[in-house]
């Protein structure tokens, strides 16, 4: 699902309550498997150079996951793939239900039309996150 909308017409905050009442509502859940975390929003940071940065968004998402590699020397050296393996396998093993990407406009920021495309294929394809059984 993607909510567009001009700046101050509630969309933070709309993503906000969604986030406190999915929480409210799996509490019991999360108190029986620490792990489980069944929403996480993550701010899309603005470009510093035209380009949306992949390698930032894996390292805010895993940190948002609490993923405890990204703790280690050096994991903010590795590749681009390597961390969106890292996300992939730390998304199912916190059992997401809700994955929310404010300010999602900054994907769009690319040099080129045919990269726009890749950009939206690559968050637009629930499947390469979720197993089956929880789209």
Known sequence: MFLFGPTGVGKTTLLRRITQKLLASFQKE???DKGFIPIANIEVATPEFSNFDWKDFYLRALG???D???QLPGYGR???LKLKTSLEAALKHRRLK???IDEAQNLSKVASGRKLRDQTDCI???KSFFPK???
């Open 68 to 70: 405890p590699c990204i």
């Open 124 to 126: 637009s394809k629930p």
């Open 98 to 100: 809700v994955f929310c």
């Open 64 to 66: 948002v996951l609490q």
């Open 30 to 32: 999360m108190e029986l």
């Open 78 to 80: 590795i590749t681009n």
């Open 133 to 135: 059984s929880d789209r």
